[in-house]
């Protein structure tokens, strides 16, 4: 049972370089979210897709973009990385919306430093 | 604006001792509640949700939680607590958001469970 896999797990990336965090989801899921964590800080939502070809801003999307090419993969792009973006990353997807009664299955998350 | 309040960011108790994590929540309708636990280096796992009806709300690994509305409460129990419910539990709340299903999370509350 993969679930929502993401990869790298771990990374270090310097000031103004540029990565593509994985994910991808093997249950047939139309919703698909990054958050990130930060200490003291709970989980705050980067970008969402309610389906494949559709994506759309969260509260913290700034520094970030997304895409939706098809219904289980969501990468997740960091242009010129900053200090700023030193956090957990967790993907996640559910088969509709929270306010469905569905559950959102989280994967492992990726740890990202950028000095 | 809803928002969720844990005010115990970290709580220790004795194993086989009783548990309560609190939960407040701001939100004018009807809440859709959710508690979450992450175990060490894992994502988040959903362990309940309500969202209508029965105010006390059963979930997995024997937590169980009581939606009072007078209390904006949303408080996560447990009557005797196992070792490896060591862990960060997560409150979250969700409604419709500049035209998203937004899921707020709390900051988090972390169990130590001694012996």
């Known amino acids: 049972n993969a679930g929502v896999t993401q990869t790298p797990k771990f990374r270090i990336l310097k000031i103004g370089q540029s990565m593509t965090l994985q994910c991808t989801q093997d249950m047939n899921h139309n919703y698909m979210y990054w958050y990130r964590q930060d200490p003291g800080m709970g989980l705050k939502l980067i970008y969402y897709s309610v389906g494949a070809g559709i994506t759309d801003k969260g509260e913290v999307p700034n520094g970030y973009n997304v895409s939706r090419s098809t219904t289980e993969d969501f990468p997740l792009r960091l242009e010129l990385a900053a200090p700023s973006q030193t956090s957990v990353y967790f993907c996640a997807s559910s088969r509709t919306g929270p306010l469905s009664g569905n559950t959102i299955y989280f994967g492992e998350g990726s740890w990202l430093t950028v000095v | 604006a809803q928002s969720v309040t844990q005010p115990d960011i970290h709580i220790t108790v004795s194993e086989g001792a009783s548990l309560e994590l609190r939960c407040n929540y701001s939100y004018g309708a009807t809440p859709y509640l959710f508690w979450y636990v992450q175990s060490p280096g894992q994502g988040l796992q959903l362990l309940l949700k309500?969202?209508?009806?029965?105010?006390l709300v059963q979930g997995i690994k024997g937590f169980e939680a009581e939606f009072k509305r007078s209390q904006s409460s949303f408080n996560l129990r447990k009557p005797s607590v196992h070792w490896s419910d060591a862990a960060e539990y997560f409150c979250?709340?969700?409604?419709?958001?500049?035209?998203?299903?937004?899921?707020?999370f709390g900051i988090g509350t972390k169990l130590q469970v001694i012996p």
């Open positions: 979250a709340v969700a409604q419709n958001s500049g035209g998203y299903q937004k899921v707020t």
């Open positions: 309500y969202f209508s009806g029965d105010t």
